[in-house]
């Protein structure tokens, strides 16, 4: 191995292969590697100016077996001869590479393997190389973040996760263990990582160089810190979109739109945000409303402003071969190639293909498109729906950007889709940017994403699924999350155990970050409004979706708990001011506010939303009890003010009307 000090950076190279080691930040380190000449100067997630540092750089050992170490801060990293790194908080190793292989001091147990720590095959037929980066296992280790899958689990290790986007999984490559450390996999690549017994193996298919960014810190709420001040933090999130967001699927009309606006006004429930959803346009890729049954969207998006609501609209990235924008945008090359077959990414209710937002020509196209036909109108947001992108079949390999093929790349897209509609509206000087989307990559925070979870069913599993999605993605940085209340696929709205799951789902919901309505109501019985193929009135619409849609007894209950949410204004304004300044998400794991009790790391069913309240959401069918662990402190139950002290756990009353919360004292 031969060993150099470039400035600070530590340079390494041995067999083909550069390693580069530098500080990145408070008690940060930056390692990248290559087998190519020189590194490709891509930032990807770390796009912020950190302050200068002064890490110190020693190399050791001569012609025998050399080795050298960086230190920045509390962070220490050495590697030996054979090019295996180690890494240190404080003193103490919190990682190490895994090396099974000939020669040296490394595991010379099981040097016959041939296993390496970094291994590199090229992609046959292409440039690039997969890459395979082995890590050993630490005991006992527990591991959180990582984004959204759609699994049980809250504590990763033992799982397997495909580094991939789809339709409700979110792949955001930053894991926070409870050994004191955070790991940013800095590489958009599709891949897959496995956090084993044996060892984890991170994995992308197609790059041109390894980069991944660790940091230390004592606890959890400091590792999102320093994440977050080097992959940058969300802005303040707007006041006035701080209470009920109001949608479903579909609203068909501005007539329906306004209807329902008009009665929640008259029923004195203030709603913050209204939501149309998608196929209000003509065609996919029109980026337009369809005027039979939008015929002045301005008049109705004024009388909407003059109630103190904001308008969201839904834009897809799917173009239809018949809209009057396909032909101009593929001439263009401004939609994604396919390298194998018909040129078609998606084929729900059309022929697509999706545009490709890493081409600057097709972000400043589609933004001049919506801007005419929507933002003009006086429209305050973007639902970007379909944000994956959502592919009618995941395979990557057949799929190519403007600069790359989709494998090396992909996970980028859902940033680089929200940034069409950010970058703009920033540069237009409109506040607090905020746009609705269903994916997320790492540093995705920065750009006004509100993510939700996706496409879920409605069931009481999928339901107890969300809160480890949400837990996790404010682990990775996402504190701007939430869901549809009540889960997206509903085949019944009027069968009572959904209704009972719509309400424990919207008690939750009170509790998080972004209050929002939504769903697919079954059954389908409402006809078309018209008997053509295409526009706004051709295709089904759910059940109504409003507080007052489920039956007098339940709209009591969503009106308590809208109360509820009303009255945590202040407090939930801190809380995004925290966001904003430190990454905190708003709803939290128990370790992040108690990372010294052990019992914290165990909870999964329980969370804090903030530093304040502990709640504790039911996820079964006719449970109206339930055990919950109160941390050390006073706590007072809020149903009744009943007086605990923590260290213990407690068995309280669920009626449907109520959701155990417990106030910090």
């Given at each position: 191995m031969d060993f150099k000090n470039e400035n600070g950076v530590l340079i390494a190279r041995r067999n083909g292969e550069t390693l580069r080691i530098e500080a990145w930040g408070?008690?940060?380190?930056?390692?990248?590697?290559?087998?190519?000449?020189?590194?490709?100067?891509?930032?990807?997630?770390?796009?912020?100016?950190?302050?200068?540092?002064?890490?110190?750089?020693?190399?050791?050992?001569?012609?025998?077996?050399?080795?050298?170490?960086?230190?920045?801060?509390?962070?220490r990293a050495t590697v030996n001869f054979a090019g295996v790194i180690t890494f240190y908080r404080?003193?103490?190793?919190?990682?190490?590479?895994?090396?099974?292989?000939?020669?040296?001091?490394?595991?010379?147990?099981?040097?016959?393997?041939k296993v390496i720590n970094r291994e590199w095959k090229g992609v046959i037929g292409g440039s690039d190389y997969s890459l395979n980066l082995k890590f050993e296992s630490n005991e006992g280790e527990k591991i959180f973040g990582m984004g959204q899958y759609q699994q049980s689990y809250m504590d990763l290790k033992g799982c397997v996760l495909e580094l991939a986007q789809?339709?409700?999984?979110?792949?955001?490559?930053?894991?926070?263990?409870?050994?004191?450390?955070?790991?940013?996999?800095?590489?958009?690549a599709v891949g897959s990582v496995t956090f084993g017994r044996n060892y984890t193996e991170w994995i992308a298919r197609s790059t041109k160089e390894m980069d991944y960014w660790i940091t230390v810190a004592d606890a959890p709420k400091q590792i999102l810190a320093n994440y977050t001040n080097a992959t940058g933090h969300s802005p303040m999130f707007p006041e006035d979109r701080m209470g009920l967001w109001q949608c479903k699927l579909r609203y068909r009309t501005q007539d329906e739109v306004l209807s329902v606006a008009r009665q929640y006004q008259k029923e004195g429930i203030k709603i913050d945000v209204i939501v149309i959803d998608f196929f209000h346009w003509t065609l996919q890729g029109d980026w337009k409303f369809d005027a039979t049954y939008w015929p002045d969207p301005k008049a109705m998006v004024d009388e909407l402003h003059s109630m103190g609501i904001k308008v969201i609209v839904s834009v897809w990235p799917?173009?239809?071969?018949?809209?009057?924008?396909?032909?101009p945008m593929m001439e263009r090359g401004l939609l994604i190639k396919?390298?194998?077959?018909?040129?078609?990414?998606?084929?729900?209710?059309?022929?697509?293909?999706?545009?490709?937002?890493?081409?600057?020509?097709?972000?400043?196209?589609?933004?001049?498109?919506?801007?005419?036909?929507?933002?003009?109108?006086?429209?305050?947001?973007?639902?970007?729906?379909?944000?994956?992108?959502?592919?009618?079949?995941?395979?990557?390999?057949?799929?190519?950007?403007?600069?790359?093929?989709?494998?090396?790349?992909?996970?980028?897209?859902p940033q680089m889709y929200s940034r069409?509609?950010?970058?703009?509206?920033?540069?237009?000087?409109?506040?607090?940017?905020?746009?609705?989307?269903?994916?997320?990559?790492?540093?995705?925070?920065?750009?006004?994403n509100v993510v939700w979870s996706g496409d879920v069913p409605s069931t009481f599993e999928a339901f107890y699924d969300q809160l480890q999605c949400g837990l996790n993605m404010g682990l990775a940085g996402i504190a701007w999350w939430t869901t549809d209340i009540g889960g997206f696929m509903t085949d019944d709205v009027n069968d009572p155990d959904f209704r009972q799951l719509l309400i424990r789902w919207y008690q939750f919901?009170?509790?998080?970050?972004?209050?929002?309505?939504?769903g697919d109501r079954g059954p389908y019985d409402i006809p078309a409004l018209d008997d053509r193929d295409w526009g706004g009135g051709y295709l089904h619409t759910g059940q109504p979706n409003e507080l007052w849609s489920y039956g007098e007894d339940n709209y009591k209950i969503m009106k308590k708990y809208y109360d509820i949410r009303i009255s945590m204004h202040d407090y939930i304004k801190d809380l995004y001011k925290e966001a904003s300044k430190n990454g905190s998400p708003l709803i939290r794991a128990m370790f992040y506010e108690f990372p010294e009790d052990k019992t914290c790391w165990e909870l999964q069913d329980q969370y804090m939303f903030g530093s304040k309240y502990l709640a504790a959401p039911i996820f079964k069918l006719n449970q109206f009890e339930r055990d919950v662990y109160l941390p050390a402190g006073t706590w007072k139950l809020t149903s009744d003010g009943s007086i605990y002290e923590g260290g213990q756990t407690v068995h309280v009353a669920a009626p449907i009307d109520y959701m155990p919360v417990f106030e910090k004292m």
């Open positions: 408070k008690d940060s380190l930056r390692v990248r590697a290559t087998m190519f000449s020189k590194f490709t100067g891509n930032d990807w997630a770390l796009t912020e100016a950190l302050e200068a540092l002064a890490p110190t750089v020693e190399i050791t050992g001569g012609d025998g077996e050399p080795s050298a170490s960086i230190t920045n801060g509390r962070i404080d003193g103490k190793q919190i990682l190490q590479e895994y090396y099974r292989s000939y020669g040296g001091t490394i595991s010379k147990e099981s040097r016959c393997l789809r339709n409700s999984q979110i792949s955001v490559p930053f894991a926070v263990s409870n050994l004191g450390y955070g790991m940013l996999w800095n590489n958009p799917s173009v239809d071969r018949k809209s009057e924008n396909f032909y396919t390298e194998r077959g018909a040129a078609q990414t998606y084929d729900y209710q059309g022929d697509c293909v999706e545009i490709d937002p890493f081409n600057p020509e097709t972000r400043e196209y589609v933004w001049e498109v919506c801007k005419r036909n929507y933002y003009d109108f006086g429209i305050d947001a973007f639902w970007l729906d379909n944000s994956e992108p959502d592919y009618g079949v995941y395979d990557f390999e057949n799929y190519r950007y403007m600069d790359a093929p989709a494998l090396s790349c992909s996970n980028m897209y069409i509609f950010y970058d703009k509206m920033k540069d237009l000087g409109d506040g607090n940017v905020v746009n609705l989307l269903r994916c997320a990559w790492a540093g995705s925070q920065k750009y006004g919901a009170v509790y998080s970050a972004v209050f929002r309505m939504h």
